[in-house]
C-alpha cells in the first residue's frame, strides 16, 4: 500500500464532519491535506456516468467527488493521492480501491496515486509519523461524534431554530483548530468550551420526544446527502435521535484484530491491540468529561457488549456491520428507546443480513418498532410516508412507557 508523502496534497473524501478531523490532524503533522466538498447530485451523476450500475451507492458519490474536484484547473493528478481506506473483506468495500483504480484510470487520472489504510491492520501504514497521525485523528473523531450527539440532544429542543447548528459549527471549528494544533489539552479545552455554548442553549423540553436509534450502513448512516438528512427527518416528525457514533467502528476493528491474535496465539499482536484500545478510551474519557452531563446517554456500550448482544443470532465472528448494527439495536432496545431505523444503501450485504434479523430481534425485545430505510442512486422510494407511520408507532411506545412508569 502506498504511504503518504509530504510532497502530494491527499485528498479525503467527505463521508461526514468526522474527514475533518483526519484533515486537521494531518496539517498537524504538516502534510498537505484537503477534505473534498460534500457529495451532491453533481457528484452521484458523475460517479453513475462512470460506474456499471451494480455497485454500492457509497462507491457512486465517493468516485464523483474525486472526479469533479480532478476537473477543476489547479488539480494535478501527478502531485495529489486520494485517500480510500480498505478493509480485507468480507463485503464489496475490500474492492473499493480497485474498482476505483480502474475508474480513474478510465478517466485519465493514472497518475493520481490513491492511499489505501486498512482496517484490518489497525490503520497502520499512515506514514512515518503513523502512531502520532492515528491519535491526533482518533482525538478529532471522537470530538466530532460528541458535538454531533450534543446537537442531536439539544436541537429537538431548542427555541431559536437554527441555533444548535450554529452551536456546533462554532464548536466543530475550535475543536479542528486544537486538533491541527496538536491535540491533547487543546482538545479538552475545546470540549470544555463547547460545553458551555451547548448549556448556553434556549430550550423548552417540557414535551420529552422520542428516543430513535439509528443504526446500518456506517457511509449512510453518517452522511446526510445520501441518507436524505434522516436525522432532520426524524427530528421533523417529532423524535430525537441517537446515532451509532463512528468511533464504534474503529473499536470494532481492534476487537477484531484482538480476537484474530487470540486465535492465532500471537501474544505481541494481541497486546498491542489492547494497549491501543486502552490509550482509545483513555482519550474518549477525557474529551467526554466535560459535556458528560449534558447528555442523557453520554456513554456508548462497550464492542464486546454489543457483540455478546447479538451473539444469539448472528456469530461475531462473521464479521461486517452486520454484528455492529444488530448489536446496538439491542444496546438500543434495553435503553428503552422507542423506535429502531436501519440505514443501509440498496443491495447492501451486511445491511441485508441486518434485515433478516431483525424480526427475530425485535420478538425478543418487546416488538420495538423497526424500520429498515434503503436507498439507492434515485434516492429511495416512499421514505417519507414510511417514516411518518414508523414515528406513530414510536410515538405509542413512548406513550406506553409513560403509563407504565
Ligand atoms: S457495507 Fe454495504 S454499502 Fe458498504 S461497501 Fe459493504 S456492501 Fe457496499
Excluded at 472526479?67 to 486520494?82: E, G, V, W
Excluded at 512515518?128 to 478529532?140: D, F, N, T, Y
Excluded at 436507498?375 to 417519507?384: F, V
Aim: charged letters at 20%; glycine letters at 8%.
Amino acid at each position: 500500500m502506498p504511504e503518504l508523502t509530504t510532497q502530494k496534497k491527499l485528498y479525503i473524501p467527505y463521508m461526514c464532519d468526522h474527514a475533518l478531523a483526519l484533515e486537521a490532524a494531518l496539517h498537524a503533522l504538516g502534510t498537505p491535506a484537503e477534505t473534498l466538498p460534500p457529495p451532491d447530485q453533481e457528484t452521484l451523476d458523475l460517479g453513475r456516468e462512470l460506474c456499471l450500475g451494480r455497485e454500492c451507492l457509497p462507491l457512486f458519490v465517493s468516485t464523483g467527488d474525486i472526479l469533479r474536484r480532478a476537473r477543476q484547473p489547479d488539480f494535478d493528478p501527478a502531485r495529489s493521492a486520494y485517500m480510500m481506506p480498505t478493509t480485507c473483506g468480507p463485503c464489496r468495500f475490500g474492492q473499493y480501491r480497485t474498482m476505483e483504480r480502474l475508474l480513474l484510470d478510465e478517466a485519465g487520472l493514472q497518475d493520481l496515486e490513491i492511499v489505501s489504510p486498512n482496517s484490518e491492520n489497525g490503520y497502520q501504514g499512515l506514514g512515518e509519523h503513523s502512531l502520532r497521525l492515528r491519535r491526533l485523528a482518533w482525538q478529532g473523531i471522537v470530538g466530532i461524534d460528541l458535538l454531533l450527539k450534543l446537537c442531536h440532544e439539544y436541537r429537538p429542543y431548542e427555541r431559536v431554530p437554527g441555533e444548535a447548528d450554529r452551536v456546533y459549527h462554532a464548536c466543530q471549528r475550535r475543536l479542528l483548530d486544537a486538533i491541527a494544533a496538536g491535540g491533547g489539552r487543546a482538545a479538552i479545552e475545546a470540549m470544555a468550551w463547547a460545553g458551555e455554548q451547548f448549556t448556553a442553549i434556549e430550550v423548552n423540553r417540557s414535551q420529552p420526544k422520542p428516543w430513535i436509534g439509528i443504526v446500518g450502513e456506517i457511509y449512510l448512516r453518517a452522511n446526510p446527502f445520501t441518507n436524505q438528512q434522516i436525522v432532520r427527518q426524524v427530528e421533523a416528525l417529532g423524535g430525537q435521535a441517537w446515532v451509532a457514533p463512528m468511533m464504534e467502528w474503529f473499536y470494532f476493528s481492534l476487537w477484531g484484530t484482538q480476537m484474530r491474535a487470540r486465535q492465532a496465539r500471537d501474544a505481541g499482536g494481541w497486546l498491542k491491540a489492547v494497549l491501543t484500545e486502552w490509550v482509545q478510551r483513555y482519550d474518549e474519557a477525557r474529551l467526554l468529561r466535560p459535556a458528560r452531563h449534558l447528555l442523557t446517554h453520554a456513554h456508548e456500550a462497550p464492542v464486546s457488549q454489543l457483540m455478546d448482544h447479538v451473539r444469539p443470532y448472528y456469530h461475531p465472528a462473521l464479521g461486517t456491520e452486520a454484528a455492529l448494527s444488530v448489536g446496538k439495536a439491542i444496546d438500543f432496545a434495553q435503553h428503552g428507546l422507542c423506535g429502531v431505523l436501519n440505514i443501509l444503501p440498496f443491495t447492501c450485504m451486511p445491511g441485508i443480513i441486518v434485515t433478516g434479523l431483525a424480526e427475530a430481534v425485535r420478538a425478543d425485545h418487546g416488538r420495538i418498532p423497526w424500520l429498515d430505510v434503503i436507498y439507492d442512486a434515485q434516492g429511495g422510494t416512499n421514505i417519507q410516508t414510511r417514516l411518518e407511520a414508523f414515528m406513530h408507532q414510536a410515538r405509542q411506545v413512548q406513550a406506553r412507557m409513560r403509563v407504565i412508569r
